[in-house]
C-alpha cells in the first residue's frame, strides 16, 4: 500500500495556520488548523493516520511547499519533514509555494495565460515570480524573486493575471485601478492543493530543504 502525505505551513492565503493531506488505499483526507489558532501539524498529521488506520511508518512519499510564506509555520513544517525522514525511507518532494498559489487560483491549463503570484513582502517588496502552462503542467517563467513595489507595479504586463490573497488585493485595489491585468483572489488554499502533479517538484533530501521566509535573507538584492 503507498501513503502520501502532503504538508503546509506557509499559510499563503491567511486563513489556514497548518494544513495536512493524507492519500491511502483508503481515499483522501485533508485537515487544517482553523484561522486564529496556532494549531498543531504533528496532530493533524497524527489524526490522519489515525483516520486512514495507517502509521507513520507507511508514508512512503511526501510533499511540502517550501515557501515563501509564514515564518513560524515554514520552520515547522520544513522540521516536521526533516524529522520524518530521519525514521524512514521516503520520498520527499518540495515546490515554491507561489506556483502553488498560481495553480490554487487558475486550475485550467491554457498555453497563452501567464500567471503573477504575488505576495506582500513586507519592507517595501512585493514576492512574485511568473508563472505559464507548457502542456498541462506549470513552468516557471521567472523565478521567485522579492521586488521592490514600484519595480514591480511598473513591470506589470496586460496580459499578465494577477494572483494573492485577500488582503493583499484590497491593498492594491487604488494602484491596480485602471490597469488591464485580471486579479484572481484565492483563499482558502490547503494541502490538498499539493497533490497535484501539474506543479513544479523537485526531490528534497534533508539539506535541500530549506525555507523560505517572507524576510529571509535569500529574498535581499
Known amino acids: 500500500m503507498s501513503v502520501q502525505l502532503a504538508v503546509s505551513g506557509s499559510n499563503l492565503t491567511g486563513d489556514v495556520p497548518f494544513s495536512a493531506a493524507l492519500v491511502s488505499d483508503a481515499g483522501t483526507t485533508v485537515l487544517s488548523s482553523p484561522a486564529g489558532e496556532r494549531g498543531d501539524l504533528a496532530l493533524l498529521c497524527t489524526n490522519l493516520c489515525e483516520k486512514h488506520g495507517v502509521t507513520p511508518a507507511q508514508i512512503d512519499k511526501v510533499r511540502i511547499d517550501v515557501g515563501p510564506?509564514?515564518?513560524?509555520?515554514?520552520?515547522?513544517?520544513?522540521?516536521?519533514?526533516?524529522?520524518?525522514?530521519?525514521?524512514?525511507?521516503?520520498?520527499?518532494?518540495?515546490?515554491d509555494s507561489l506556483a502553488v498559489l498560481a495553480l490554487h487560483a487558475l486550475p485550467e491549463a491554457a498555453a497563452d495565460v501567464r500567471v503573477r503570484p504575488m505576495l506582500d513582502a513586507r519592507r517595501g517588496r512585493y514576492h512574485t515570480a511568473l508563472f505559464?502552462?507548457?502542456?498541462?503542467?506549470?513552468?516557471?517563467?521567472?523565478?521567485?524573486?522579492?521586488t521592490a513595489t514600484d519595480e514591480v507595479?511598473?513591470?506589470?504586463?496586460?496580459?499578465?493575471?494577477?494572483v494573492m490573497p485577500a488582503s493583499l488585493a484590497e491593498q492594491l485595489a487604488e494602484?491596480?485601478?485602471?490597469?488591464?491585468?485580471?486579479?484572481?483572489?484565492a483563499r482558502e488554499l490547503t494541502a490538498n492543493a499539493l497533490l497535484s502533479d501539474r506543479l513544479p517538484w523537485f526531490a528534497?533530501?534533508?539539506?535541500?530543504?530549506?525555507?523560505?521566509?517572507?524576510?529571509?535573507?535569500?529574498?535581499?538584492?
Open 69 to 95: 510564506g509564514s515564518y513560524t509555520g515554514l520552520r515547522v513544517a520544513v522540521t516536521f519533514v526533516r524529522f520524518l525522514q530521519q525514521y524512514g525511507d521516503l520520498q520527499v518532494q518540495a515546490v
Open 204 to 221: 528534497a533530501e534533508a539539506e535541500d530543504l530549506e525555507p523560505r521566509y517572507l524576510m529571509a535573507t535569500y529574498a535581499e538584492d
Open 132 to 146: 505559464g502552462f507548457e502542456g498541462d503542467k506549470l513552468i516557471a517563467h521567472e523565478g521567485s524573486a522579492a
Open 153 to 162: 507595479l511598473q513591470s506589470l504586463q496586460p496580459d499578465e493575471r494577477l
Open 175 to 185: 494602484p491596480l485601478r485602471g490597469r488591464e491585468s485580471q486579479v484572481l483572489v
